[in-house]
């Protein structure tokens, strides 16, 4: 059978209201009641977005999300992993801060905020897995330590992986900080000589102090470099490459296995949201206020994180006439996570949609 998507519309430029309203219709249409028993330890996965960043997904409709399951007699604290970048999200302390600044408090959500990986995430389970790159992943404790998860994801365009969404918000969002790394590991950039400006930007924010500036501009250490793109996000002068033929394909895939380990043994426990209002170029750890790249469609929810992704690409592309990956990043293989999670058995490209 094909997994079915949910989807119930909305007009452009949403009001949050109307978001809460559409999250509200979504939830007991698509049946999430399901992954839900009395007494469970929830997992409310999202995204609070980097400081200065405005389009992550509000708190008012995350609040919708853990008030349904109170109202199955769960017990649901929303989660995140600490980022691998130098941010004010790379430690316990800093990341609950800011999700209190953009809102995410306890008298505004109804749940506590929770690091799933610890103070300086490291709390982690290695999670044996029957894949093909990695046959054990590492996962954010209590991420594992939940008895169900409910994954709210804000599709985004990704530069590595094209787009950001459910597979993403497992894979990179539920790995613990070696998780991450692992994930990293074969993509490395390199410096664009007449292009670097010295501004040390990129020597600022790299998490492993691999870049070094020299008189003639920055250089990247290859062997200390752990591949995680930071540089290559906060350079404002396009000085910063990747080999993206090769190296993005890899680091998707093992992005699918890192997700696959996240769920593996929680089968018929985890729900999926896709919110597609505010969908920008570049996903929410960018640390700036992005502009839209195309407009609000509304919310889509299944069973099937795979199925659910293919589903917001396709969505996407019916109504800005490209997907959100090829809006975003159109050189990049965005299918290659996709494919990947199906071999592997985390779901099926194909599905049904539903409009609500």
């Known amino acids: 059978m094909k997994a079915k998507v949910f989807f119930v519309p909305l007009a452009e430029n949403a009001?949050?209201?109307?978001?809460?309203?559409?999250?509200?219709?979504?939830?007991?249409?698509?049946?999430?009641?399901q992954v839900l028993a009395k007494g469970d330890l929830t997992g409310v996965k999202i995204h609070v977005g980097e400081k200065n960043n405005v389009t992550y997904i509000k708190p008012a409709v995350i609040r919708e999300v853990v008030d349904f399951a109170k109202n199955c007699e769960a017990m649901p604290f929303l989660t995140e992993t600490s980022t691998l970048y130098r941010g004010e999200r790379d430690n316990?302390?800093?990341?609950?801060?800011?999700?209190?600044?953009?809102?995410?408090?306890?008298?505004?959500?109804?749940?506590?905020?929770i690091c799933a990986d610890g103070l300086l995430g490291n709390s982690e389970v290695e999670v044996e897995i029957d894949g093909v790159i990695n046959k054990s992943v590492k996962v954010a404790r209590d991420a594992v330590s939940a008895d169900s998860l409910l994954i709210v994801s804000h599709p985004t365009g990704?530069?590595?992986?094209?787009?950001?969404a459910a597979i993403k918000n497992l894979g990179m969002g539920l790995a613990?900080?070696?998780?991450?790394?692992?994930?990293?590991?074969?993509?490395?950039?390199?410096?664009?000589?007449?292009?670097?400006?010295?501004?040390?930007?990129?020597?600022?924010?790299?998490?492993?102090?691999a870049i070094v500036m020299l008189e003639s501009g920055a250089r990247i250490d290859s062997v200390t470099c752990i591949g995680c793109g930071e540089c290559l996000a906060v350079c404002k002068f396009n000085a910063i490459k990747h080999s993206w033929e090769v190296d993005t394909d890899l680091m998707q895939q093992n992005m699918a296995e890192h997700a696959y380990g996240a769920v593996k043994d929680k089968i018929g426990k985890v729900f999926y949201f896709n919110v597609l209002v505010n969908m920008t170029k570049e996903c929410d750890c960018m640390g700036e206020a992005q502009h839209k790249c195309m407009r609000d469609?509304?919310?889509?929810?299944?069973?099937?994180?795979?199925?659910?992704?293919?589903?917001?690409?396709?969505?996407t592309a019916?109504?800005?006439?490209k997907n959100l990956a090829q809006l975003s990043h159109e050189t990049l293989n965005y299918k290659a996570q996709l494919i990947h999670a199906e071999k592997i058995g985390m779901g099926s490209i194909e599905y049904e949609l539903v409009e609500v």
Request: net charge positive.
């Open 297 to 315: 469609i509304g919310i889509m929810a299944s069973s099937d994180p795979v199925a659910l992704d293919q589903a917001t690409l396709d969505i």
């Open 176 to 209: 613990s900080r070696q998780g991450k790394m692992r994930q990293h590991s074969d993509v490395k950039p390199v410096i664009i000589e007449e292009s670097c400006k010295k501004c040390g930007r990129c020597v600022k924010w790299c998490p492993k102090d």
């Open 15 to 33: 009001t949050i209201d109307e978001q809460c309203a559409a999250m509200r219709k979504i939830i007991p249409a698509s049946g999430a009641a």
């Open 158 to 164: 990704h530069m590595m992986a094209g787009i950001g």
């Open 92 to 113: 316990a302390i800093k990341h609950i801060t800011l999700a209190n600044e953009h809102g995410f408090t306890f008298d505004a959500v109804g749940a506590p905020f």
């Open 318 to 321: 019916k109504f800005a006439g």
